[in-house]
């Protein structure tokens, strides 16, 4: 698969000039995703509904010939950033910290793939890291690709996807589900990707809003977020309980017409998590019902019955990401919500075209009424998946 996508291809691959003094081998890259609904399903074997965004992470790549990972990222200043060097057969889960340890946990699940090969990877992208949008998941498609494709390796999308949650969860030590890495792998333009997890079929289901007259606007809160670090995997581990003591092998297994019977038989602090998977899960397939009737303003309400129950019952949202979605619908959004991890990270809201400038004034406003950093925003555009570019 070979698609275009102009700057950051282009970028990496004359910083990968500059640095080592020839061409790359090639050039793969991998969006970041927006999740229309359905959070926090993905690792709940549940239903899950994301597009791929314009913005990009891409890799030059070259082979080498001594096991040796060498890992550059190139940033907007035009300056570059060295990871120190490090032997394949050395890599070990936990011993590398901060940014470098996204591509090396992907060297590292693919050697235990038996797809090893030394390479030197130059990075370059404009997916707004920490702002729930997937930049790390993006960053390590195109490392996947590009490593296979040094490697001669082949291995379907769902395979590869599975990797990169190992090398997510093991390596790097957040407890992801497949969301992610599946948005980034196998979404197409104009569609958003109907994924069953627990299956692992995958419907891709038209999504043109523009054809409608609305705009899904983006709205980054710049209130950072780490899966690593926030009570993510606590929220996780929640879940597995809760289905333990069901003895279920996950909350997918609940339907909704079972959700009130089943929460009288767990405890008090179980509940809430367990009706937010369950009833997310219903709204993704009536998301999909809608959008397939192109009765597209009628999903408004389901996203912010989303957003409540991921703030009120999951408790993953925070006030930068509620001020976002209050705000939006305030000014004439049809309905708005976090999306991603929580803590932090970006909300979508569903808007008419002609009512974009207002809604993005009123968030701009409110966002500064409580001494917030001014978010960015932008409209939300179901683009292409990941691919070699050259």
């Not at 061409?23 to 970041?32: D, H, L, N, T």
């Not at 791929?52 to 950033?81: C, F, K, Q």
């Not at 090396?104 to 729930?132: C, K, M, N, Y």
């Not at 926030?230 to 581990?237: A, L, P």
């Amino acid at each position: 698969m070979t698609i275009s996508t102009g700057t950051q291809a282009e970028r990496a691959a004359e910083a990968f000039q500059r640095l080592h003094g020839r061409s790359p081998a090639g050039v793969w890259s991998a969006p970041g995703r927006v999740n229309l609904i359905g959070e926090h399903t993905d690792y709940n074997n549940g239903f899950v509904l994301p597009f791929a965004i314009p913005h990009r992470t891409a890799v030059a790549a070259s082979p080498r010939e001594d096991d040796t990972i060498t890992v550059a990222t190139l940033h907007d200043n035009g300056r570059h950033e060295a990871a120190d060097p490090v032997r394949i057969a050395d890599l070990v889960p936990g011993t590398i910290p901060g940014w470098p340890a996204y591509p090396a946990g992907v060297a590292w699940v693919l050697r235990e793939q038996g797809f090893s090969t030394g390479a030197d990877l130059v990075i370059a992208g404009d997916v707004p890291a920490g702002a729930g949008l997937s930049s790390s998941h993006s960053l390590e498609c195109a490392t996947a690709l590009a490593l296979l494709g040094l490697a001669g390796g082949q291995a379907s999308l769902s395979d590869i996807a599975k990797w990169i949650q190992q090398a997510e969860n093991d390596f790097v030590g957040a407890p992801t589900g497949l969301l992610d890495q599946t948005a980034s792998l196998c979404c197409t333009a104009a569609h958003v990707l109907f994924l069953d997890v627990r299956s692992g079929e995958a419907d891709q289901v038209p999504f043109d809003a523009g054809k409608h007259g609305l705009e899904v606007l983006v709205i980054d809160t710049r209130a950072n977020h780490s899966h690593t670090e926030s009570g993510y995997g606590d929220r996780r581990r929640g879940c597995e309980r809760a289905a333990d003591l069901m003895g279920i092998p996950s909350l997918r297994e609940i339907s909704f017409e079972d959700l009130s019977a089943t929460l009288e038989k767990l405890p008090e602090d179980l509940r809430p998590l367990v009706k937010h998977v369950v009833a997310e899960n219903d709204r993704v397939l009536r998301t999909v019902e809608l959008l397939r009737q192109d009765k597209y303003e009628e999903i408004g309400p389901l996203l912010s019955a989303s957003h409540a129950s991921l703030r009120d019952d999951y408790r993953v949202s925070c006030d930068e990401l509620d001020v976002a979605a209050e705000a939006a619908e305030a000014a004439g959004a049809l309905g708005a919500r976090m999306i991603g991890g929580g803590f932090g990270g970006s909300a979508i809201a569903l808007v008419r075209g002609d009512a974009r400038a207002e809604v993005e004034a009123a968030v701009t406003a409110a966002f500064a009424k409580r001494s917030f950093t001014a978010p960015r925003m932008f409209t939300g555009v179901p683009s292409a998946g990941a691919g070699q570019d050259r």
